[in-house]
Every structure is written in structure tokens, then in C-alpha cells.
């Protein structure tokens, strides 16, 4: 059972344009959404969070919306830069299992000159 | 600043071998997570030690099993490997509260099962 999905395994996306990323969950007790990024052969790093009481966060070219009546969330990365290429990965953790996340199975961005 | 390190790198075992994976946290951080990342997916979480004791575990078997010592570094045991354990084996390391909001994860470790 995927709780947490991301339905596009990759996305390409020119340099300076708009990337965005979605996920859609199906537990209501998560309450607080991350994202991560990971590069070839080095482990996830932290990208941007959410809590379940907010709607957006922003930080820099990175912002992530949500939207818990759909159960949906989302990352724009503006401008998008080739560094920016990596997998992308949402995660999620539920209300009192405090650092244990549920993650997706992740999008491949890649940005092109 | 040292990050969390893993080791080994890669490692290749047979069927129904053992095997132990090491993890050290990043410096300051006294939680340990590990996590299996199959081909194609996201990282599982496995189980979490901290004050030496495993405080929440996935859903994984009981050949999976961990331990935490003193100085906070963490392993990860697999008894009775099988071709489905073949997998990147992910450390995560965190201070309370900071939770999941700090977490830092290591390069993995790259299992393959033949």
C-alpha cells in the first residue's frame, strides 16, 4: 500500500523555466511533508518542508504548496538551473511516530541548457 | 564537519549468509534511522535507535535487527539474506527535537544478494 505517491518518474524541464514536482498521499494522520533530493551514489538531502497546519513554504527558488483537501502537495523550483537535476523525492511523517517518514518512490528532474 | 559515514561502500553475499552494515552519525546527533531503498523506489524505514534502544521499527521481518552503542554509531544485521534484501541500505542521523527536520542521511551502503 503506497501512502505517499509520485506519479511522474521523471520530468525534463529547460534551464530558467518552472519545474514542478507533485505528490499525492492517502493518510490523513500525516502532518508534516518534506522533500528531499538526492544525487547518484550520495544519500537524500534535506530540500524544503511543510507542516499540515501551513499551505505553502517558501525558501529561495524553492516553494512547496499544500493541499490537504486533495491530499496533494507540490514543489516549484524557480528558475530551474542544470544543478537542479537529481531525483526528487516526497516524503511524509505522521502525528506522533516523530522522524520515521513514508517516502515516494521518486521523480528523475532533469534541466536542460 | 564529518557527515554521517557508512561502511561498506558495496557488498556482495550469497543466499542465507549474515551480514552487518555500520553507521556513524554526523557529530551532535544521538538518533540513528536506517532505511532500505529498493531499485525504483523510496527509501522503507527499517527501525530507529536511540539511548541505545530500538524506539520504532517498519514493517520488516525479524532477520532484520539492530544495535546502538554507547558513542551513538549504529548496525544494521540481516539474517538469512534472500535475493529480495538486495538493496541500498540508508543511515539517517537526527537530534530530538529536530526530528525528521534534521535529518542527515549517509551515502548508503549498496547490498547485493546472489
Known amino acids: 500500500d503506497q501512502q505517499v505517491k509520485q506519479n511522474s518518474p521523471s520530468l525534463s524541464v529547460q534551464e530558467g523555466r518552472i519545474s514542478i514536482l507533485n505528490c499525492d498521499y492517502t493518510n490523513s494522520m500525516f502532518d508534516y511533508f518534506l522533500w528531499y533530493k538526492k544525487y547518484p551514489a550520495e544519500g537524500p538531502t534535506f530540500l524544503i518542508s511543510i507542516s499540515s497546519i501551513k499551505d505553502k513554504n517558501e525558501d529561495g527558488r524553492f516553494t512547496v504548496f499544500l493541499n490537504k483537501s486533495a491530499k496533494h502537495l507540490s514543489l516549484h523550483i524557480v528558475p530551474s538551473q542544470p544543478g537542479d537535476s537529481a531525483v526528487y523525492f516526497c516524503?511524509?511523517?505522521?502525528?506522533?511516530?516523530?522522524?520515521?517518514?513514508?517516502f515516494g518512490t521518486g521523480t528523475r528532474l532533469q534541466v536542460t541548457l | 564537519d564529518a557527515g554521517v559515514t557508512q561502511s561498506p561502500t558495496h557488498l556482495i553475499k550469497t543466499r542465507g549468509q549474515q551480514v552487518t552494515l555500520r553507521c556513524s552519525p554526523k557529530?551532535?546527533?544521538?538518533?540513528v534511522s536506517w532505511y532500505q531503498q529498493a531499485l525504483g523506489q523510496g527509501p522503507q524505514f527499517i527501525f530507529q535507535?536511540?539511548?541505545?534502544?530500538?524506539?520504532q521499527r517498519g514493517n520488516f521481518p525479524d532477520r532484520f535487527s539492530g544495535h546502538q552503542f554507547p558513542n551513538y554509531s549504529s548496525e544494521l544485521n540481516v539474517n538469512a539474506l534472500l535475493l529480495g534484501d538486495s538493496a541500498l541500505y540508508l543511515c539517517?542521523?537526527?537530534?530530538?527535537?529536530?526530528?525528521?527536520?534534521?535529518?542527515?542521511f549517509g551515502s548508503g551502503t549498496r547490498l547485493t544478494v546472489v
Open positions: 535507535y536511540y539511548e541505545e534502544e530500538e524506539r
Open positions: 516524503a511524509a511523517s505522521e502525528i506522533g511516530t516523530a522522524s520515521k517518514l513514508t
Open positions: 539517517a542521523s537526527s537530534i530530538p527535537p529536530q526530528g525528521e527536520r534534521g535529518y542527515t
Open positions: 557529530s551532535g546527533h544521538d538518533t
